[in-house]
C-alpha cells in the first residue's frame, strides 16, 4: 500500500501524517507542491494541516492553485482515495473536490484542544473502524475550522450520509456541528481535527487510529 503525502511551505502535520499512515503498514512518498505529478501506484493521498503558504489570501486558496492539487484533484476524479486533515480540508474544498468552506472560527481565537467528535456514520473507508454513534476524542488546532455549506448542499450532505464526524461540543461555530465530511463516491474525506496526532500513546491517545487502520484493511492487496 502506498501513500502519497503533500508538502507545502507552511505545512507542519506532513511528518504526523506519514507516521500514522506507516504505523498502519503504508509506504509513504513526501510530494512537494511544486511536483506536477504524483507517483505512480499511490493508492491513497494525505493533503496535511499547517499553514500553507502562511494562510495569506485566504486559508488554502493558493495551495489549491498549485502544479500538485491539479494532480491530486485529478486523482480524486479517477476515484482515487484521499483524506485532508485541517488546513488539507480547506485546501480540498478550495479545489472543489468537496463541497462548503471553512471560515473564521466564531469567537475568533484560535483553538489547540482535544475535542469530542461523534462518528456519524461507518459506512465508508475511512470510519468503518468506528461504530456509528461512537465518541472518540481527537485534538483540533485552527484558527478558521467554521465550516459552511448552503442549505441544498447540507440537506445533500445529510441524505447522502456524508456527514462522517460532527463536534459533541461545537467549538468553531461550523454549522450542523459538521467536523468532517465525504465526498460523493466516499472516497474522500476532509476534516478539521487532527486523527494523525492521537495514533500514538505518547501524544496522549490512540482514538485516530481506528481511522489509519480502517484504510489500510480497503487498500491492502488481496
Known amino acids: 500500500m502506498r501513500a502519497a503525502v503533500i508538502v507545502f511551505p507552511g505545512s507542519n502535520c506532513d511528518r504526523d501524517l506519514a507516521v500514522a499512515f506507516e504505523q498502519a503498514g503504508f509506504q509513504v512518498d513526501m510530494v512537494w507542491h511544486k511536483d506536477a505529478a504524483l507517483p505512480e501506484g499511490i493508492d491513497i493521498v494525505g493533503v496535511p494541516g499547517g499553514f500553507s503558504y502562511g494562510d495569506y489570501l485566504r486559508c488554502g486558496a493558493i495551495a489549491a492553485q498549485s502544479p500538485i492539487c491539479k494532480a491530486v484533484v485529478e486523482h480524486a476524479n479517477r476515484g482515487g482515495y484521499a483524506v485532508g486533515v485541517c488546513n488539507g480540508f480547506q485546501i480540498l474544498t478550495e479545489t472543489g473536490v468537496l463541497p462548503g468552506a471553512l471560515l473564521r472560527n466564531a469567537g475568533l481565537k ?3 484542544k ?5 462518528v456519524e456514520t461507518s459506512d465508508s473507508a475511512f470510519t468503518q473502524g468506528y461504530n456509528a454513534g461512537d465518541v472518540i476524542g481527537i485534538p483540533i488546532a485552527h484558527h478558521d475550522g467554521n465550516y459552511f455549506a448552503d442549505d441544498t448542499t447540507l440537506a445533500a450532505l445529510r441524505d447522502q450520509d456524508r456527514i462522517a464526524f460532527t463536534y459533541t461540543e461545537n467549538p468553531n461555530g461550523s454549522v450542523g456541528d ?13 476534516m478539521m481535527p487532527h486523527p494523525e496526532r492521537a495514533a ?6 490512540t482514538d485516530g ?8 484493511g480497503v487498500l491492502a492487496p488481496a
Open 114 to 118: 482535544t475535542v469530542g467528535l461523534k
Open 200 to 205: 500514538d500513546d505518547g501524544h496522549g491517545g
Open 178 to 190: 459538521i467536523a468532517g465530511i465525504l465526498s460523493e463516491n466516499r472516497r474522500v474525506l476532509g
Open 209 to 216: 487510529t481506528a481511522l489509519f487502520r480502517a484504510l489500510s
Open 110 to 112: 484560535y483553538i489547540c
